[in-house]
């Protein structure tokens, strides 16, 4: 802890002369010391120290860590927001946008329930600011923040009366605005290149998260639509009991393709959430309905088709209860051999450890026999050998996972296992893919003498090689950032 000015400023000094070779120690009394600065109501010696020419090699390395302590300042105290918002946008136009971006994610994923408008309406023109400042991969970026906005705007209840909207009691209308325009310079983007060649894979790819909101709103807003269709349901017709009968016919269904989503959609929406047994994992036709609809998910060449399998899996999934959740991820983890498929099972893993730490604690997802589940998310397949590239998504969420799992100082236990057996064979399989991919890059761009046609060749593989690099770049941060997680953690 910091007492004194004195031991401040020694601290302040001893960063700025070694401003290329801080730790994870100095990160945390930097965070530290901001935090104390605006308890202490010294928010305009703050934004004086951001903003001083000596400090800005400091600021640009640590300046992310102050983002969360500035911003819920803004949302408790009106008296210091013109000092915490000038600092907010300083560091937004310093910092380095890839290391911002992963601090407003995960201060959007801890955000506190009871201020959940009053910090998106703070934080979303600095969210805005960083996106629009990212070289690469901005388009994905986009899609992690509106789906971590998204998932805690949809926690705020709806307004239902005109009334309710003019009043706005939660925020949700003004926070619906707000993302309006946050939005609007990505979609006049893509309007002025509509129609026009220039039009890249990149923006392909801006429309689909755009788009996947848009689907989601929908969704949801179906969802609580007031004049949903009723269906009639018999005593007699028990739906634990409907579902075993259709599953025979749904596993035949399934194989051909066809008629798919009916009768499985149908037959389970009749059954509660959390309640088929695992005692019922041990039938042949729940064994094999499952892994029938993962090969539609993987093969199957209708996109339609594998969208609507891929809402099927996940209703399947909130079926079972807790144990039989546990053993179907260890059986998609060991049988499914695709890295999608493997990336959405963790990404549930995840899910049913956030469920358990809300009062719903269970041996599976938060005692001991989350180990053996672990130990299937953190391996690679080939060891350093391994196409980092081919199994991006799955290692990606897997290192999330991870993230999320120390942050929240659970299994601390098993960290000297991960970090030896999964992170330090990653590290190797990074260094060697990098390794690759640059001598490959250096290559092509050594042999552009070429005739237009292949120049045109080369510059999209030109583009592939780049995107693998940054790619990397991002596992690595990440690994990095778990790895002080977990000092700090265990310190």
């Known amino acids: 802890m910091l007492t004194t000015k004195d031991e401040a400023e020694?601290?302040?000094?001893?960063?700025?002369?070694?401003?290329?070779?801080?730790t994870?120690?100095?990160?945390?009394?930097?965070?530290?010391?901001?935090?104390?600065?605006?308890?202490?109501?010294?928010?305009?010696?703050?934004?004086?120290?951001?903003?001083?020419?000596?400090?800005?090699?400091?600021?640009?390395?640590?300046?992310?860590?102050?983002?969360?302590?500035?911003?819920?300042?803004?949302?408790?105290?009106?008296k210091t927001r013109d000092h915490c918002q000038t600092a907010i946008t300083h560091l937004t136009k310093t910092c380095s946008p890839n290391k911002l971006l992963?601090?407003?994610?995960?201060?959007?994923?801890?955000?506190?329930?009871?201020?959940?408008?009053?910090?998106?309406?703070?934080?979303?023109?600095?969210?805005?600011?960083v996106v629009l400042r990212l070289e690469d991969r901005r388009a994905a970026c986009l899609g992690l923040s509106l789906s971590a906005l998204h998932g805690?705007?949809?926690?705020?209840?709806?307004?239902?009366?005109?009334?309710?909207?003019?009043?706005?009691?939660?925020?949700?209308?003004?926070?619906?605005?707000?993302?309006?325009?946050?939005?609007?310079?990505?979609?006049?983007?893509?309007?002025?290149?509509?129609g026009k060649d220039e039009a890249a894979a990149e923006d392909e790819e801006l429309k689909v998260e755009l788009l996947k909101l848009y689907v989601s709103v929908e969704r949801f807003f179906l969802s609580t639509c007031p004049s949903k269709i009723l269906i009639l349901s018999f005593s007699c017709l028990y739906p634990l009991y409907l579902l075993q009968c259709n599953m025979e016919h749904i596993d035949h269904l399934l194989t051909r393709y066809?008629?798919?989503?009916?009768?499985?959609?149908?037959?389970?929406?009749?059954?509660?959430?959390?309640?088929?047994?695992?005692?019922?994992m041990e039938l042949r036709s729940f064994y094999g309905g499952p892994q029938n609809l993962r090969l539609i998910l993987t093969d199957c060449p209708m996109r339609h088709l594998r969208e609507s399998g891929l809402q099927l899996f996940q209703i399947f999934i909130d079926k079972l209860d807790t144990e039989a959740k546990h053993k179907f991820f260890r059986c998609m983890l060991k049988t499914s051999n695709h890295e999608g498929v493997e990336?959405?099972?963790?990404?549930?893993?995840?899910?049913?450890?956030?469920?358990?730490?809300?009062?719903?604690?269970?041996?599976?997802?938060?005692?001991?026999?989350?180990?053996?589940?672990?130990?299937?998310?953190?391996?690679?397949?080939h060891g350093a050998e391994t196409n980092l590239l081919t199994n991006m998504?799955?290692?990606?969420?897997?290192?999330?996972?991870?993230?999320?799992?120390?942050?929240?100082?659970?299994?601390?236990?098993?960290?000297?296992?991960?970090?030896?057996?999964?992170?330090?064979?990653?590290?190797?399989?990074?260094?060697?893919?990098?390794?690759?991919?640059?001598?490959?890059?250096?290559?092509?761009?050594?042999?552009?003498?070429?005739?237009?046609?292949?120049?045109?060749?080369?510059?999209?593989v030109s583009q592939v090689l780049e995107s693998a690099l940054v790619t990397f770049d991002l596992m690595d941060s990440l690994t990095v950032r778990i790895e002080e997680i977990t000092e700090e953690t265990l310190s």
């Not at 109501?41 to 400090?55: D, I, P, T, Y």
């Not at 066809?258 to 959430?273: F, G, H, I, R």
């Not at 049913?352 to 391996?379: E, H, R, T």
């Open 10 to 22: 020694d601290l302040i000094q001893r960063w700025v002369s070694h401003q290329f070779d801080l």
């Open 24 to 78: 994870p120690e100095d990160y945390q009394q930097f965070k530290t010391l901001g935090s104390t600065c605006l308890a202490e109501g010294a928010s305009e010696q703050l934004l004086k120290f951001v903003q001083e020419e000596e400090n800005q090699g400091v600021v640009k390395s640590m300046g992310g860590e102050l983002l969360t302590a500035l911003i819920n300042e803004i949302v408790k105290k009106e």
């Open 102 to 129: 992963q601090n407003m994610l995960e201060m959007i994923e801890d955000i506190d329930p009871g201020a959940i408008s009053e910090t998106i309406l703070v934080l979303l023109p600095h969210l805005q600011t």
């Open 152 to 194: 805690q705007l949809s926690r705020l209840p709806v307004p239902y009366t005109p009334q309710q909207e003019e009043e706005d009691e939660c925020g949700l209308c003004g926070c619906c605005a707000a993302l309006a325009l946050f939005l609007r310079p990505f979609v006049d983007e893509l309007t002025s290149k509509d």
């Open 258 to 280: 066809a008629l798919q989503n009916a009768l499985m959609e149908n037959s389970l929406k009749k059954v509660e959430d959390n309640s088929l047994p695992v005692g019922l």
């Open 343 to 381: 990336s959405y099972v963790i990404k549930n893993i995840r899910r049913q450890i956030a469920y358990s730490m809300k009062g719903n604690p269970n041996k599976y997802f938060l005692g001991l026999d989350l180990l053996p589940l672990l130990a299937l998310v953190f391996i690679l397949p």
């Open 393 to 460: 998504d799955k290692i990606m969420e897997g290192l999330n996972l991870l993230r999320y799992v120390f942050l929240k100082a659970i299994c601390c236990l098993v960290w000297i296992t991960i970090k030896e057996e999964y992170l330090k064979m990653l590290r190797v399989a990074l260094s060697m893919s990098r390794a690759y991919y640059s001598s490959e890059l250096k290559a092509l761009k050594e042999g552009q003498k070429l005739k237009a046609r292949a120049e045109l060749t080369a510059c999209l």
